[in-house]
């Protein structure tokens, strides 16, 4: 059976959408759906986000499914991804390539990494719960978002200004989306930046979201006129 299940317009772009900490491929579906509508092959993949380093993933899981989609014929393999989704595809462009006008969106990433995590980890339960590559997302000395290198692919990316989270003000410094600060989702080199009223954890749900994901694989920039603003 092929990976890329072919479109009407069989389009020779491919979309790897990979999702965030603790939850499924299922979380992208509807972003998966939008997508192939608006003439994408899509690949979303799952992976074992709560037993597996961010090093590991990138290269069981992340690696093979690139590869499969150039073996398949996509001629550009763009990813759209969820918060530590992010970091996976940081990790892997340390050491490995996309195809040459490949595109990158993502969403909620903790880039700089985030206070959140630093604090979370020094909790056993968490620790037990949300596995190593949590601890990993920190802003400390063994942090592996600050420990990654700028990525030579154009990369938007999408973050909100909704936090469920009581005293979220005594954990971030400035607004947030109850997990990950705007300030920190930023990377050296982006191409473009767009900050939502959305949250954390369904970020990749919010319609206006989804419009902008398509119109930066699209286009290479976000549809800055036509946004909802964050104040909104």
């Given at each position: 059976m092929p990976f890329l299940p072919k479109n009407q317009k069989e389009s020779t772009e491919c979309v790897?959408?990979?999702?965030?900490?603790?939850?499924?491929?299922?979380?992208?579906?509807?972003?998966?759906?939008?997508?192939?509508k608006a003439g994408f092959n899509t690949a979303n993949i799952g992976y074992p986000s709560l037993s597996r380093n961010i090093k590991q993933i990138a290269d069981e899981h992340l690696a093979p499914a690139i590869d499969r989609c150039k073996a398949e014929g996509a001629s550009r393999v763009h990813l759209?991804?969820?918060?530590?989704?992010?970091?996976?595809?940081?990790?892997?462009?340390?050491?490995s390539k996309l195809p040459a006008g490949s595109r990158i969106v993502m969403l909620a990433p903790p880039n700089q990494g985030s206070e959140l995590a630093e604090l979370l980890k020094k909790n056993f339960f968490y620790r037990w719960?949300?596995?190593?590559?949590?601890?990993?997302?920190?802003?400390?000395?063994?942090?592996?978002?600050?420990?990654?290198?700028?990525?030579?692919?154009?990369?938007?990316?999408?973050?909100?200004?909704?936090?469920?989270?009581?005293?979220?003000?005594?954990?971030?410094?400035?607004?947030?989306?109850?997990?990950v600060s705007i300030e920190r989702a930023k990377l050296t080199g982006m191409r473009d930046f767009l900050v939502l009223a959305a949250?954390?954890?369904?970020?990749?749900?919010?319609?206006?979201?989804?419009?902008?994901?398509?119109?930066?694989?699209?286009?290479?920039v976000f549809d800055h006129a036509g946004r909802r603003p964050h104040g909104a």
């Open positions: 790897i959408l990979l999702h965030g900490m603790g939850r499924t491929k299922r979380s992208m579906s509807l972003l998966e759906r939008r997508l192939r759209v991804t969820h918060s530590l989704g992010g970091i996976i595809v940081r990790q892997y462009l340390q050491e719960l949300m596995g190593p590559a949590a601890q990993e997302l920190g802003i400390g000395p063994d942090s592996v978002p600050l420990s990654l290198g700028p990525i030579p692919v154009e990369t938007g990316i999408i973050t909100g200004t909704r936090s469920l989270m009581p005293f979220s003000n005594m954990i971030f410094k400035g607004p947030n989306d109850g997990k949250g954390h954890s369904f970020i990749m749900r919010n319609h206006t979201v989804i419009k902008q994901v398509i119109h930066f694989l699209q286009h290479g």
